[in-house]
C-alpha cells in the first residue's frame, strides 16, 4: 500500500556531498506516521540506523555521523532526505530509507526502501 523509493546515491570523493532522497508513494493518506530514518548496510556488516526523525521534532543521528549528516522532511512533497557532507570512505554503504506508522489494519508498520549504493572514494 505504501511505496518508498531512494535516489541520489553514487560515487563521491571523501570530503565531498550527498543528497539522497525518498520518495513515499501509495496510500500515503492513510498511514499515520510515527518516525522516519536512514540506515545503512556495508557488505558483511550489520544494517545501522545512520538518522531518525520522530513526528513531533527530534532526530538522532549516529556518533559516526553527526555534524555532517541532515535527516529532513518535507510534507508536501511526501519526501524525506539525507543531506551528507565531509564524506568518508568508511561511509560507503547501500543506505535505506525507513518510515514506521500507522493504519486501522497494520501497527506500528516498518516500510522499507530498496536501498541505494553510496560509495565514497578517490
Known amino acids: 500500500q505504501v511505496q518508498l523509493v531512494e535516489s541520489g546515491g553514487g560515487l563521491v570523493q571523501p570530503g565531498g556531498s550527498l543528497r539522497l532522497s525518498c520518495t513515499l508513494s501509495g496510500a500515503v493518506s492513510e498511514v499515520i506516521f510515527v518516525s522516519y530514518s536512514w540506515y545503512r548496510q556495508a557488505p558483511g556488516r550489520e544494517r545501522e540506523l545512520v538518522a531518525s526523525?520522530?513526528?513531533?521534532?527530534?532526530?538522532n543521528y549516529a556518533d559516526s555521523v553527526r555534524g555532517r549528516f541532515t535527516i529532513s522532511k518535507d510534507n508536501i512533497k511526501n519526501t524525506f532526505d539525507l543531506q551528507m557532507s565531509s564524506l568518508k570512505p568508511e561511509d560507503t554503504a547501500v543506505y535505506f530509507c525507513n518510515a514506521v506508522g500507522s493504519t486501522i489494519m497494520t501497527i506500528g508498520h516498518s516500510y522499507w526502501g530498496q536501498g541505494t549504493q553510496v560509495t565514497v572514494s578517490s
Open positions: 526523525l520522530k513526528v513531533g521534532g527530534n532526530t
